[in-house]
């Protein structure tokens, strides 16, 4: 496996981060009034882990665009950009006062970013680990200066896409009734490009689902019978939500058998038009997901 950081909290949660995309593969985090830490997210038992692809799991990151490349500046990119398969430098471990553990991880344009993307950047990607909460924060600079070419804003896509581990049958989402979306499922390009309006009370994954919440609450929740995660999200307009059941994800190589039954991604992002950065300027989005203590039986 490529190189990696873990990061130990004091009262036993953990969080372990690979420099291959600077990929989440592990959250492990007690719940209140235990003390044994459990898994908080899915990656694949089939996962490709030797940096050669990205992590099939996790909360890989997804930049300058979210799925395959709209914008004439992204058109020699692969899909969800190069954030993900590019390899990270980090910072030394910061401990703050209150016990929580952060690292920072860096991208700067290479050689082979260079070859396919001349915007230029620098990227930050914060990884904060608390006792029942991971925090991670994206901080987007664009370095170009006024007198290079391109010299306009830096236009792109940014999205954390977390791969919960739930049982992907019991799942709901909250709050995302009467938020419009757009439905990637559908057969027609006329019929992925509509708008629809969400009618469901707790949005289920039950079958192949791929929405696009635009202009969302970016505050949710993801629950199950006798569990939950909550998810804050800052500057991250929009959510996806996403489970390819046995339809799509027995197609995919590095899926193992079944694992559509065992999460769901609900991934904030800006994915629906580009966000701007002028030149020597910064736009960060961040998001926190916790542990939802109480549990939560659907009726």
Not at 66 to 95: C, M
Not at 175 to 185: G, I, R
Not at 210 to 239: L, R
Request: net charge negative; hydrophobic share 35%; aromatic share 10%.
């Amino acid at each position: 496996m490529p190189a990696e950081i873990i990061l130990h909290h004091p009262k036993g949660s953990s969080v372990q981060i690979m420099l291959y995309g600077a990929t989440i593969v592990s959250w492990r985090s007690p719940s209140e009034g235990r003390s044994d830490p459990a898994e908080r997210l899915f990656v694949s038992a089939t996962a490709i882990t030797d940096g050669s692809k990205p992590v099939r799991g996790g909360i890989p990151v997804v930049f300058p665009c979210f799925g395959p490349p709209t914008h004439r500046e992204h058109s020699n990119l692969p899909q969800h950009g190069f954030a993900r398969s590019s390899t990270w430098s980090w910072d030394d471990v910061i401990k703050d006062e209150g016990g929580r553990l952060s690292v920072t991880l860096t991208l700067a344009p290479t050689a082979a970013i260079t070859a396919l993307y001349k915007r230029q950047f620098h990227l930050s990607f914060v990884v904060t680990l608390g006792e029942f909460d991971l925090s991670t924060e994206l901080h987007v600079k664009n370095t170009s200066g006024s007198t290079e070419y391109p010299p306009d804003s830096l236009e792109f896509q940014a999205l954390f896409h977390n791969y919960i581990l739930a049982p992907a049958n019991d799942v709901l989402i909250t709050p995302l009734q009467n938020n419009s979306y757009f439905d990637k499922t559908e057969s027609t390009e006329e019929g992925r490009a509509t708008a629809k309006i969400e009618t469901r009370a707790g949005v289920d994954v039950r079958k192949f689902t791929d929405s696009v919440y635009e202009n969302a609450c970016q505050n949710y929740e993801v629950t199950w019978p006798g569990g939950g995660i909550g998810i804050k999200t800052a500057n991250m307009k929009d959510v996806v939500v996403w489970n390819p059941q046995a339809e799509a994800g027995s197609k995919m190589g590095d899926m193992e058998k079944g694992g559509w039954e065992k999460f769901v991604c609900c991934e904030p992002g800006y994915v629906r038009g580009f966000e701007r950065v002028a030149p020597g300027m910064t736009w960060v989005g961040k998001q926190v997901i916790s542990v939802i203590h109480a549990a939560r039986r659907h009726q």
